[in-house]
């Protein structure tokens, strides 16, 4: 008996010990790894407040070059060397494969992640420590987390023609068909929207002023000036969306007032980046350039940010050279006229600027100029620019064009705000008959004075006579097409002038404004079956499967 | 008597039972067992024999005739027989009042089929015993090798250190861990069995931590035993004991070996003339301009008068020159002994194995002390402590001839010189440089770059036992593992430009450094009795124990310090200078149990099971899992038809179901986090998952039925066993919606199953005193397939090393599978070229002299979408066969490996028959197509290879089945004398012979411990042959 007793004893002891070490285990479960933040422990203090927004940045920085290879090689620009891997071919092809990564929006929905999750987690912090942090900081932070995801989303839309909305983020599965897939005129809307109406009462227009909040009190640094453009500025973002929405006299009253930018000197189109230095635009240090650059995705190459742009255009050792010029853009720079009147082809943008030939071959040097020696030639970080100022002045001149001030939008495009006062003295018009404007703006050089080019005008009508309807229809469309064609020249290899042929073309319902453009690339017997493809405008954007 | 019984629940049949019991006890107060001890030798009696058994006072020896009488109570239980010089028998009575015994001679051989052990409280396994190890063994994984039915053991290649590949019974799982747990003393070992950030191909050995020499003996649990690990337990559980005290008795062992290893093994390539052809081929096809061609390559001008001749006319054989022979030592010493409180056993050993290039070796030292302490009647103290320390120094095994001297001396140019010369053809003490082909000097390779990893690694484990009573005893253990590995790497080139730089020509020196560690922190309380059960014994006994492990890397990458002098991080360039690392905890706990019952000696029921739980399962996951493992097994030898059989000595049926887990992922894939990701100067915080926290175990439901027989005085064994594994819930990263921004989330979505038979035979040809023939070996066939994955109808394409070469996964299938394109010769004519209108995607027309690549999907163009599967490196069939001959004291034996239907990547022969550059390229291209009409299947030479000739695609997947003569020893068994107490001395020959069609160096090779990089050769340095001379001496 005793010994029966004895084992139960032992049954019982081991029994219990057994469920004590059971009972308290669940901690022991919840293993913390040094190299990831869990979930509930973010955004945990003020810092992380920054962090969170330095990350999305992060991930603008990862998507930044992508737009300019499938915006590029769709339109007339680039095309595939014989290095190029089958991606790039497949998209200048416009035969996209399923799981070509190159076209996979994903990087994109990526930034509007990280910013769904950034605004909620902010808003969360701000509940729970409502002193922590000042409005005027977190205000303009939520703000611009806000225009990541609209720029995000525009790029998207110009891209793929839809998208996934999203107003919270996807950190687990989810259901996806409860989100709404946008097509893009809905999308425009949603996002004019979301800029003015905001979240929480936070709209998209607030800005930081870093210096301020980095070293109050002393007076703006250099650095400090590239972190004031790292994120879309408001009115960029607005009057491009505005733009695309039609909401053309928005686009006006905004574009002017920020070109005005209360008296300053900035975003002219003065003679302080004319011939020569237009170029500098794209390979200088952005500091110097404010006048000029609005919005840019900096990188760091001893950081390891990088991006592909030099990689992919250079052909030097390491460089890849997977994408070079076309005869059609290159043709298009050397039939321009000087402002002589005389002289043929685009002196400050074309050859030798914006592509050159080199080692035999033709090269896109637009971003590689800094990088050209040896010791430089390996690193890809090169900026890539958001917005600038002559982007600005584009979209006022072809909304101007809509409103039918054919001589306004002549003068943003031609020879500049300061000849057209000088000539129009006595009949100034809208807009430019703003007094406190013009003291400003009169430095306006225009966007083709400012590399010497002479002015350009639609073919076989004069403005002088257009008495009829039509006769202005014709004209509109014709400026159009030139505005569009400066565009090809001006914002070469950065992802605008693709966007500004479907714009145009759905505007006059003209396939061909961008079919003919496009296809005249390709040798003769691709040129035309990609010719009727694009006559088709869903085959203008991205189709790639997002139910996968 | 009692009844041979079945499961007898009723209380009735009890009654009766228990009435024919006291009946017994009445009838029969004394027995007489009689019973005659032989040898196998011709019958002979063997007199002295002692016979015992279990819970009876009484014990017998054997007369001259062998014969023995003893009075016991009841003519039950197991009869122990043991004589000097022979192995100790355990036979049960079954009733018998006369029994004759063979007894076996106890062997020097080293080969045996490894036998079945399933000891008090100790999972059922197959058991090597040190005794059964090749004494020429150095690692764990020489002593592995073709032992274990089911065990594939396949060496990662001839780097010192690296070790093997251990899997069983295939591929299971697509996340999780796929290698056997190896429970050290008890003690579950976590290894980091990444390969290097720092030293690139190279992963270390996971059994470099032990000496092979401290092994006592290593268990092999396959079946439902292994549900006793539950989460842990489904690849397989190998555990392995070290050596302990057992008598008081002082014993001083030594072992030492010694001897050298080499290389003969050589891949043809061009020789001077033929490069100069090939040159002047392929430089066509780069310069438009001869005069360009010549002014890079001027010797192609025949010009005796041409004043840097004496640069270019070298015959110079590079394969020659860097390999090297190399001495390979260990020397161990052990002593052990005790008294009756306190008992240990103490060794140190030290090895040195060189590698056969220069500046490869690796250096071990390592020390382990076992002790046992009667702390009292009761109470007893185990521990056991071990240390190591080794260091590697190594070479790469990549595609790379900055640091793979394999691959520098395939692609540097014959017509160079090693050394530097001058004019009047002296040649100077400094190596060459890289010179217009690009390529590495070997010699500088071999000698000037620097590989290294230093290993040290600490085991403590501690255990308290203690005796509850007769039937009861209760055990706590506390255990502890620090493994902590410090790596460099220094690539030179800057001051002697005798290295091509890297990084795409940016590095001009390189360097890198880190360091990892890794703890395993282990507790276990456990408590087990034997009790009688319906007059039936019963083992059982639960516990429960955890481990807490950690596994950190942090690496600094660094390039172009000011000079090759300074090879340190700290003298790198700022710029390109980075830091990566990573760091994964995981836990898991368990409470398990187990009970053996065995009924009439016939019958025996054995259940393990665990309930257990990991960390890395995600939060809306079950905690725990219950893992089962039942087992019945049939003893047919002790039915009543052949318990008296001279024929059958055994013959054990067994079926079992077991289920296992798999909860060895990393931890991070169940859960919702933030990553960083830098920005400027700044840190950012970014999504870094989308989380599964639904995500669980992978679940192993394990079905195996086998025989175990030995026939003949066991002069022949065999055992065969067929098994099933289906492995659900298996954890794959499913690609999710471009809209999550992020790639892919991890699911349970996957099934896998394996199915397979191993088999082992053993046969003693000839048997006597002094002279015996054995042969044997063991089979395995084991088939992979994947049989569903969730939400991935199509093929899941992996591409590998940037899209280089890719494997899939799909339904059906294997697991990972070379996936490339498919190719059909070289198209010999234009007329056949324009015939075929093959285009590739940039809509250029393969023509005389490409490859003819089939066009799967029939659209005329040759693009990505035209690849299909070509090969999996899994085998179809493995195994390994032995024989051996002993002539008195004197015997020899071999030991086969073989392989047959695995596939593997040829990435050499892919690099020396691309034609597309100026580095010297194999003596295959010697055939490539040059003129309109020619038959051949090596395709034109052109610079760059622009139409993909060389890519991926079943060119480069060769059959590598082989078989190997593994190991030849002739070894004589040394006597007593005076002080010295016996050994024995051997000669041993390691790695003599391969057969194989392979067209690498080596058919045996393994790049990585993960299964997706199985059979890819990327450069590995073979396996060397070894001879070696060495001895095992006691005192």
């Given amino acids: ?548 | 008597m009692k009844m041979e019984g079945t499961m007898i629940k009723q209380h009735k049949v009890a009654l009766l039972i228990a009435v024919m019991m006291v009946l017994a006890f009445g009838a029969n107060a004394q027995q007489v067992l009689k019973g005659k001890v032989s040898s196998p030798y011709g019958d002979a009696p063997i007199s002295d024999a002692y016979i015992s058994i279990a819970n009876e006072e009484s014990t017998a020896q054997t007369d001259e005739q062998g014969e023995f009488s003893i009075e016991i109570d009841y003519l039950e239980g197991n009869l122990t027989v043991w004589a000097p010089g022979f192995q100790e028998q355990v036979i049960p009575l079954l009733g018998r009042d006369y029994i004759e015994i063979v007894l076996i001679p106890q062997r020097t051989d080293y080969y045996d089929v490894p036998a079945k052990s399933d000891a008090r409280g100790n999972m059922k396994g197959e058991v090597l015993p040190a005794e059964r190890f090749k004494p020429s063994a150095m690692y764990v994984e020489d002593v592995l090798q073709g032992a274990f039915p089911g065990l594939n053991v396949i060496n990662k290649g001839g780097m010192p250190g690296e070790g093997a590949t251990v899997n069983l019974r295939g591929i299971r799982s697509l996340t999780g861990k796929n290698a056997p747990l190896i429970i050290i003393n008890g003690m579950p070992y976590l290894p980091d069995m990444n390969n290097s950030a720092i030293i690139q191909g190279y992963s270390p050995s996971m059994f470099n931590v032990l000496s092979v020499d401290d092994i006592d003996n290593i268990k092999l649990v396959t079946g439902s035993a292994a549900s006793r690990y539950g989460s842990m337990g489904s690849n397989g559980v190998l555990l392995i004991e070290t050596s302990s005290p057992k008598d008081m008795e002082t014993v001083i062992e030594f072992s030492g070996q010694y001897g050298m290893a080499y290389n003969n093994k050589r891949l043809p390539v061009l020789g001077v003339d033929d490069f100069k052809s090939y040159i002047g081929d392929v430089g066509l096809t780069r310069y438009e301009d001869m005069g360009d061609m010549l002014d890079l390559f001027p010797f192609l001008r025949d010009d005796p008068d041409y004043y840097y001749n004496f640069l270019y006319n070298n015959q110079t054989d590079w394969q020659e020159l860097v390999d090297k022979s190399a001495f390979v030592t260990s020397n161990h010493l052990r002593v052990k002994g005790g008294d009756a409180i306190a008992k240990y056993d103490l060794s140190v050993g030290a090895s040195n194995q060189g590698g056969t290039y220069d500046n490869t070796n690796f250096t071990r030292y390592t020390t382990r002390l076992n002790a046992q302490i009667e702390l009292s009647q009761r109470f007893q103290l185990v521990t056991s402590m071990g240390l190591t320390y080794g260091n590697n120094k190594l070479h790469e095994q990549i595609l790379n001839d900055a640091t793979n001297p394999l691959m520098a001396s395939l692609y540097k140019a014959p017509i160079l010189s090693p050394f530097k010369k001058d004019e009047y053809n002296n040649q100077l003490p400094a190596y060459d440089a890289v010179r217009q082909f690009g390529v590495s000097n070997p010699l500088a390779v071999v000698n000037d770059t620097k590989m290294e990893s230093d290993n040290f690694d600490a085991f403590l484990n501690t255990g308290l036992n203690f005796e509850v009573n007769d039937h009861a005893k209760m055990q706590a253990v506390f255990g502890y593992y620090s493994g902590y590995k410090r790596q460099s790497a220094f690539i030179p080139g800057r001051s002697d430009q005798t290295i091509a730089p890297q990084e795409e020509g940016v590095a001009l020196n390189t360097a890198r450094a880190g360091t990892g560690k890794v703890s395993n922190l282990f507790y276990k309380v456990s408590a087990d009795i034997v009790e009688e059960l319906a007059g039936n014994p019963l083992e059982a006994g639960v516990g429960y124990q955890g481990v807490m492990t950690r596994h950190e890397f942090d690496g600094g990458f660094g390039r172009n310090t000011s000079s090759d002098f300074y090879k340190t991080l700290s003298y790198v360039d700022a710029e390109g200078r980075y830091f990566s690392g990573y760091h994964n905890a995981w836990n898991w706990m368990s409470l398990y149990g187990y009970a053996k019952y065995t009924m009439g000696n016939q019958w025996i029921a054995s259940l393990n099971m665990s309930a257990d739980g990991a960390s890395s399962t995600g939060a809306e996951a079950a905690r725990f899992g219950v893992y089962p493992g039942l087992e019945m097994t049939w003893q047919a030898k002790h039915s009543p038809w052949l318990k008296n059989s001279q024929v059958v000595n055994q013959l054990d049926v067994h079926v079992g179901y077991g289920l296992t887990g798999n909860s060895q992922f990393p931890t991070g894939l169940s859960r919702q986090f933030y990553t960083s990701q830098a920005y400027r100067q700044l840190a950012g915080i970014v999504n870094g998952n989308v989380a599964n926290t639904s995500l669980g175990r992978e679940r192993n439901q394990n079905l195996d039925a086998g025989i175990d027989a030995g026939f003949f005085d066991r002069r022949l064994v065999a055992s065969v066993n067929v098994y099933h594994t289906i492995s659900s819930d298996v954890i794959f990263p499913q690609s999710i919606s471009s809209v999550y921004g992020i790639e892919e989330m991890y699911i349970n979505g996957a099934r896998l199953e394996n199915k397979g038979v191993e088999a082992a035979i053993q046969l003693r040809l000839v048997d006597n005193r002094n002279i015996s023939w054995s042969v044997g070996g063991t089979i395995n066939k084991n088939q992979n397939k994947i049989t569903a994955m969730e939400g991935a109808e199509g093929t899941l394409i992996r591409e590998m090393n940037g899209g280089n070469w890719a494997v899939s996964s799909s339904i059906g299938q294997n697991p990972y599978n070379f996936y490339g394109f498919v190719s059909n010769g070289v198209i010999s004519t234009q007329e056949e070229a324009d015939a075929l209108g093959l285009i590739d995607y940039k809509g250029d027309q393969f023509n005389a002299g490409d490859i003819h690549f089939e066009d799967l999907n029939q659209d005329g163009v040759i693009d990505d979408q035209d690849r299909t599967i070509i090969g999996d490196a899994s085998p179809d069939f493995f195994g390994s066969f032995f024989t051996q001959v002993r002539y008195k004291k004197l015997s020899l034996s071999a030991q086969f490996t073989f392989s047959a239907g695995n596939q593997i990547y040829n990435g050499v022969r892919r690099e020396m028959e691309s034609l597309s550059d100026f580095r010297n390229q194999s003596m295959a291209v010697d055939k490539r197509w040059q003129t309109d009409g020619q038959q051949t299947d090596i395709p034109k030479a052109n610079y760059g290879d622009p139409m993909g000739n060389s890519r991926f695609s079943d060119r480069w997947i060769e059959d590598g089945s082989y078989l190997r003569l593994n190991n030849v020893t002739l070894s004589y068994q040394l006597g007593k004398w005076s002080f010295f107490e016996g050994g024995e001395v051997y000669l041993a020959g390691e790695n003599l012979l391969t057969f194989t069609d392979y067209l690498g160096l080596d058919p045996v090779l393994s790049y990585a411990y993960q299964p997706a990089w199985q059979g890819v050769d990327y450069g590995a340095m073979p396996l060397p042959s070894t001879v070696k001379f060495g001895f095992n001496l006691q005192f």
């Fill in chain 1, 1 to 548: 008996m005793t010994e029966a007793m004895k084992y139960n004893a032992f049954y019982k002891y081991t029994l219990i010990l057994s469920l004590l070490v059971l009972g308290s285990c669940e901690s022991y479960f919840e293993t913390d790894t040094d190299d990831m933040l869990l979930e509930e422990n973010y955004i945990g203090n003020t810092n992380e407040l920054y962090s969170g927004y330095m990350g999305i940045a992060a991930k603008v920085q990862t998507v930044a070059d992508k737009a300019i290879f499938l915006s590029e090689l769709r339109g007339d620009f680039l095309e595939p060397t014989d290095n190029a891997p089958q991606e790039l071919w497949e998209i200048y092809n416009y035969n996209i494969s399923p799981d070509n990564s190159l076209a996979d929006p994903r990087e994109y929905y990526d930034v509007i992640s990280n910013a769904n999750n950034y605004i909620k987690k902010a808003f969360e912090y701000k509940q729970a420590n409502p002193n922590a942090v000042e409005d005027a900081v977190f205000e303009p932070l939520v703000s611009g987390a806000i225009r990541f995801k609209v720029w995000a989303y525009l790029m998207l839309g110009k891209l793929y023609g839809e998208a996934v909305y999203l107003e919270e983020p996807l950190t687990e599965e989810a259901d996806l068909s409860q989100y709404p897939k946008m097509e893009f005129e809905e999308l425009i809307g949603q996002l004019i929207s979301l800029m003015e109406g905001g979240v929480n009462g936070i709209d998209g227009k607030q800005v930081l002023i870093w210096s301020d909040l980095l070293f109050p009190g002393v007076s703006t640094s250099a650095q400090d000036l590239t972190w004031n453009m790292i994120c879309p500025s408001p009115e960029p973002l607005l009057i491009e969306l505005y733009l695309w929405n039609g909401n053309y006299e928005q686009v006006v009253s905004l574009g002017m007032s920020f070109i005005y930018d209360q008296g300053s000197g900035r975003y002219k189109l003065g003679n302080d980046d004319y011939n020569g230095e237009w170029i500098q635009f794209f390979y200088r240090d952005p500091i110097t350039k404010t006048r000029e650059l609005i919005n840019i995705v900096p990188f760091d190459y001893q950081r390891q940010q990088t991006n592909r742009l030099i990689d992919y255009f250079s052909n030097t050792k390491p460089n890849k050279y997977y994408l070079r010029p076309t005869e059609a853009a290159m043709g298009r720079f050397q039939q321009q006229v000087r402002q002589d009147g005389i002289t043929i082809g685009d002196n400050y943008r074309g050859e030798n600027y914006t592509y050159w030939r080199q080692n035999g071959e033709w090269v896109v040097r637009k971003f590689s100029r800094a990088h050209e020696t040896a010791d430089n030639i390996h690193k890809n970080d090169v900026h890539v620019i958001l917005y600038r100022a002559a982007d600005i002045h584009l979209f006022i001149a072809e909304a101007l064009n809509q409103m039918e001030h054919f001589k306004e939008a002549e003068a943003f495009l031609n020879d500049g705000v300061q000849n057209y006062i000088s000539r129009n003295e006595d009949n100034l018009a809208y807009p430019l008959n703003n007094e406190t404007y013009n003291a400003a703006i009169n430095i306006n050089w225009g966007v083709r004075r400012r590399i010497d080019l002479g002015p350009v005008y639609p073919e076989g009508l004069s403005k002088e006579d257009l008495d009829t309807p039509e006769k202005i229809e014709q004209y509109k469309k014709g400026l159009d097409s030139l505005l569009l064609e400066e565009t090809c020249m001006e914002s070469a290899g950065e992802a605008r002038s693709y966007f500004a042929m479907i714009r145009m073309a759905k505007r006059w319902n003209d396939p061909s404004m961008l079919a003919d453009r496009v296809s005249a690339k390709y040798p003769s017997g691709k040129s035309e079956s990609i010719r009727n493809l694009l006559m088709q405008p869903e085959n203008w954007f991205i189709d790639y499967d997002l139910n996968k």
